[in-house]
Antibody, heavy 125, light 107 residues
Framework: QVQLVQSGAEVKKPGASVKISCKAS????????LHWVRQAPGQSLEWMGW????????KFSQKFQDRVTITRDTFARTAYMELSSLRSEDTAVYFC??????????????????WGQGTLVTVSS | SYDLTQPPSVSMSPGQTARITCSGD??????AYWYQQKPGQAPVVVIY???ERPSGIPERFSGSSSGTTVTLTISGVQAEDEADYYC??????????FGGGTKLTVL
């Protein structure tokens, strides 16, 4: 079955960067988009960006576009999200989630159909 | 970007019909998606493209759309439906937004 398995919890100091991995199994990573979503404690879900895992094209929320990088290694079946210049407000659980097949238009999306288990990032001095 | 507005909380007794709304200008032009999230778990999509139900989601979950408001309806609420529910929508540039979430309490 389709699974997304994320890397483990991280503790970082303000100003540092964090890089989280998301390993896909049960499907070909390169055939779908892959999104990153975060959730601060007690808060709503917040979309950060996505990658077309086939061609590497990315799109980011305006809020994060200066600080976030999303990449993928199709041979390793793994996507990565790196967030730089961390501050305390970045303390959150970060999720990866599978989006639409890259052959389809966003209008045909069935939503974010599979999710990783989440990675807690704590930013503290 | 744009906003999607949900009520913070809804309370229902078992067996009643729960309706959770989501409002936003983009919803008149874009599809809406609904996610259920239970504590400590990742979200699960329960409705996509306004009213489509993924396989494995109980029939008591349904969705509808009217103008700039979409509604998630849970007919015959059960204790297991207690969760946070989030609406979501893309914009025409394939950026995505979530609503603020609604906590459904089953009394």
């Amino acid at each position: 079955q389709v699974q997304l398995v994320q890397s483990g919890a991280e503790v970082k100091k303000p100003g540092a960067s964090v890089k989280i991995s998301c390993k896909a199994s049960g499907y070909n990573l390169a055939d779908y988009t892959l999104h990153w979503v975060r959730q601060a404690p007690g808060q709503s879900l917040e979309w950060m960006g996505w990658i077309n895992a086939g061609n590497g094209h990315t799109k980011f929320s305006q809020k994060f576009q200066d600080r976030v990088t999303i990449t993928r290694d199709t041979f390793a079946r793994t996507a990565y999200m790196e967030l730089s210049s961390l501050r305390s407000e970045d303390t959150a659980v970060y999720f990866c989630a599978r989006g639409r097949p890259i052959s389809e238009d966003y209008y045909d999306s069935r939503g974010f159909t599979e999710w990783g288990q989440g990675t807690l990032v704590t930013v503290s001095s | 970007s744009y906003d999607l507005t949900q009520p913070p909380s809804v309370s229902m007794s078992p067996g009643q019909t729960a309706r959770i709304t989501c409002s936003g200008d983009a919803l008149s032009k874009q599809f809406a998606y609904w996610y259920q999230q239970k504590p400590g778990q990742a979200p699960v999509v329960v409705i996509y493209k306004d009213s489509e139900r993924p396989s494995g989601i109980p029939e008591r979950f349904s969705g509808s759309s009217s103008g700039t408001t979409v509604t998630l309806t849970i007919s015959g609420v059960q204790a297991e439906d207690e969760a946070d529910y989030y609406c979501q929508s893309p914009d025409s540039s394939d950026s995505w937004v979530f609503g603020g979430g609604t906590k459904l309490t089953v009394l």
